[in-house]
């Protein structure tokens, strides 16, 4: 849990820009969805200053397995590097005024409180940025239909079924295997008797978000999927993800009576393995 500075009016002077940014990021990340561990990996996320920033990727070839005997030498292979870039293209901000007459009458610290408000806005749009790159990346015969309205309704069980022979077809492990529905398909899940909620006395973090498994997918729930995207289903091996909060400032506003706070969140997101990504959508 972030530690900020104690209650109480916090004034300009205790409020430190590397502190605050390294604190705002454990709420920001804790609530992710599309963006946490569950979905994606942090595998290659570098360091990251700024929008701009490249991040650079280096995959290798897969080694060929060869026939062994005794009599014949084993020839070395040598393996090729793919040399991929996670560019750092989303950003965004949030600045706001607090009047020091709302501060003072105030009860609790309004800093924080406001600040925190804006972090929970980073967070979705962080995930709608995870979801966009998500559907953009997938590969276009790994885009099915699923339906949620109408006279023929999606069974969540059999598609997952369907969705895990894809990905056992692209050799994709099969452990942690996920998908991120709309609430839409979480109620359609919750009433099917094949569902498994997630044990909150089991002493087990719940990341953000999941609810529970279904068909051997850990299944998380988000309204901030992209539009039309009832699920997307996966392995986070597929999309890699990086993100940070490069600056948050505050100081004396020069026409205002009040405090200015203003903080900039950067990501970048990139999908790896096509194969590993599913979109299932309404149409």
Same mark, same amino acid.
């Given at each position: ?8 009016? !916090? ?5 430190? $820009? ?7 990021? #454990?709420? =920001?990340?804790?609530?992710? +969805? ?80 406001a ?33 949620? !309205? ?5 069974d $969540? ?7 895990? #022979?894809? =990905?056992?077809?692209?050799? +994709?492990?099969?452990?942690?295997r ?56 996966g ?20 026409t ?28």
């Amino acid at each position: 849990m972030a530690v900020f500075p104690a209650a109480g009016n !916090t004034p300009v002077d205790s409020f430190i $820009p590397e502190v605050w940014a390294s604190e705002l990021m #454990v709420p =920001l990340q804790e609530n992710l +969805v599309l963006g946490s561990g569950v979905c994606i990996n942090r595998d290659f996320e570098g360091e990251i200053k700024g929008p701009g920033d490249q991040v650079h990727i280096d995959s290798l070839t897969r080694p060929t397995i060869v026939d062994y005997s005794r009599n014949v030498d084993v020839v070395p292979q040598l393996l090729e590097t793919e040399d991929q870039l996670l560019a750092i293209d989303h950003g965004k901000a949030f600045a706001f005024i607090l009047d020091d007459l709302d501060r003072v009458q105030a009860a609790g610290d309004m800093i924080i409180t406001a600040t925190m408000e804006s972090v929970q806005a980073l967070r979705v749009a962080a995930d709608t940025y995870v979801g966009t790159k998500m559907l953009a990346g997938a590969l276009a015969a790994n885009k099915k239909v699923f339906k949620t !309205t109408g006279a023929t309704l999606g069974d $969540p069980f059999i598609a997952l079924v369907d969705y895990g #022979v894809i =990905l056992d077809n692209d050799d +994709v492990p099969a452990a942690r295997r996920f998908a991120v529905v709309r609430p839409e398909v979480k109620a359609m899940i919750l009433k099917h008797d094949k569902f498994i909620a997630s044990s909150y006395g089991s002493g087990v973090p719940i990341q953000n978000g999941v609810i529970g498994s279904l068909a051997g997918f850990t299944v998380a729930v988000t309204p901030h999927l992209p539009a039309n995207v009832n699920m997307i289903v996966g392995s986070p091996i597929a999309t890699t993800f990086g993100d940070q909060i490069v600056n948050v400032e505050s100081f004396r506003s020069p026409t205002k009576f009040g405090y200015v706070v203003r903080g900039l969140h950067v990501a970048g997101a990139r999908v790896i393995r096509p194969g590993a990504l599913i979109i299932a959508s309404e149409s």
